[in-house]
């Protein structure tokens, strides 16, 4: 059913039996080896026996489509190609291109009948035609390489436009050919990462001779804010705003591995930090908004700790402030402050302190109404209480729907 003829290596050929090949590019003439080269191929019997390009010089156009057995969008754009008129075309001569061997692709025809004429075994055109996606399609035009496309040039009216010689640029395929499976992201040579990279963040964990360092920059690129050697929830302290402090609500097993309680811990400082502490490098493009950019780099540092992170709203305990039915009987002395800049502050998270209690206000009190406190007060114990008891206001306990951040233990999938 097939003809087989030996790929013949040149007395120019390297130790390993192969040509010392330079790539081609668009525009770049046909060197003569390339049409006098024997390959293997699975071809109809009474048309070529063992093919050479040199025999489909008198076509318009050869087309070399590289594909795989494996590869389905190679196999969805064959099947449509060989549907079309263009595959009919005695202008038109298109040859397959696989690295897979004889009996692989008789094995893949024997299922799905796509009996194209197919160079197999190739280790010489994909050194002409380098590249590491497949579909990869080759057109050669007049002596010269005409396109390296994306598989849509085999759509009829592209055909037809490669016939006349008025085919654009806009299907041209690029492959990097020099990217490192084994080098991260970061440290990938070719430009076009350093282009395609939208973000970046890096979870740090203690970095011996380091302070713990908190900074925000930005140039005409990027933003990028950087933390280092600091606690768990002190590095979600530096990555939200003050309204969230004392709304983390940590459902894990050892709280005290998130923050230093002084007393509370069986370390020092400094060797707690050495053990626990964490940080985050995260580098942005100006267009993201910046609390975007921190909350993208709080989920990154809890997932690499082993958590998981939600903002949700659900009912918890906290204090309201509420009206009491009786008149005011005089002023508190102490400066007049909204209501809303008193819950600010009631809400204020200590950073060395478990999390403290949520204040809110009744719904019949306006945020913007003020009350008489001595703010220099304000952490005397029983001072809150009767400061709001002479201006006519009691603070309760009750349960209140409130959003909040939940941490808690990663589950396994």
Not at 270 to 284: D, F, I, M, T
Request: charged residues 25%; aromatic residues 8%.
């Amino acid at each position: 059913m097939f003809s087989l003829s030996a790929q013949t290596p040149r007395k120019d050929s390297g130790a390993d039996g192969l040509l010392k090949i330079a790539p081609l590019k668009i525009g770049d003439q046909i060197p003569q080896e390339l049409w006098d080269q024997v390959f293997n191929t699975m071809y109809d019997p009474a048309s070529l026996q063992g093919l050479q390009l040199k025999k489909l010089k008198s076509k318009k156009l050869i087309i070399l489509d590289f594909w795989a057995t494996w590869c389905g969008s190679c196999i969805g754009s064959i099947k449509k190609y060989m549907a079309s008129n263009s595959y009919k075309d005695n202008d038109i001569a298109f040859i397959g291109v696989t690295y897979q061997d004889n009996a692989e692709v008789s094995k893949f025809n024997n299922r799905f009948a796509l009996n194209f004429p197919t160079i197999v075994a190739d280790k010489i055109l994909k050194k002409y035609f380098p590249h590491r996606i497949l579909p990869h399609i080759v057109v050669l035009k007049d002596n010269k390489v005409l396109a390296i496309a994306q598989p849509e040039i085999l759509h009829q009216q592209a055909m037809q436009r490669l016939k006349d010689g008025t085919y654009g640029k806009e299907l041209v395929k690029a492959d990097i050919l020099d990217y490192d499976p084994k080098k991260e992201i970061a440290e990938q040579g070719n430009i076009a990462f350093q282009k395609a990279t939208l973000a970046r963040i890096t979870v740090l964990g203690p970095i011996v001779g380091l302070h713990g360092v908190t900074s925000y920059k930005k140039n005409e690129q990027n933003q990028r804010i950087l933390i280092t050697n600091k606690s768990l929830q002190l590095a979600m302290y530096e990555l939200l705003d003050s309204y969230w402090h004392n709304r983390i609500f940590l459902d894990v097993k050892n709280e005290n591995q998130f923050n230093y309680y002084g007393q509370e811990q069986e370390l020092p400082l400094n060797q707690w930090l050495a053990k626990y502490a964490v940080g985050v490098e995260s580098v942005a493009p100006l267009a993201m908004r910046k609390s975007e950019m921190k909350k993208n780099a709080m989920i990154a540092l809890l997932n690499a700790k082993g958590y998981d992170f939600q903002m949700t709203v659900r009912e918890v305990l906290c204090r309201v402030i509420h009206p009491t039915r009786r008149n005011k009987t005089k002023e508190n002395k102490g400066s007049k402050l909204s209501f809303s800049d008193l819950v600010r502050q009631l809400n204020y998270q200590p950073i060395d302190k478990p999390r403290g209690p949520i204040y809110t206000i009744e719904s019949t009190i306006r945020s913007q109404d003020s009350v008489s406190i001595d703010e220099a007060r304000l952490q005397e114990p029983g001072y809150l209480l009767k400061a709001l008891a002479v201006s006519g206001y009691e603070l309760k306990q009750e349960l209140r729907k409130q959003p909040i951040i939940q941490v808690t233990e990663r589950r396994g999938l």
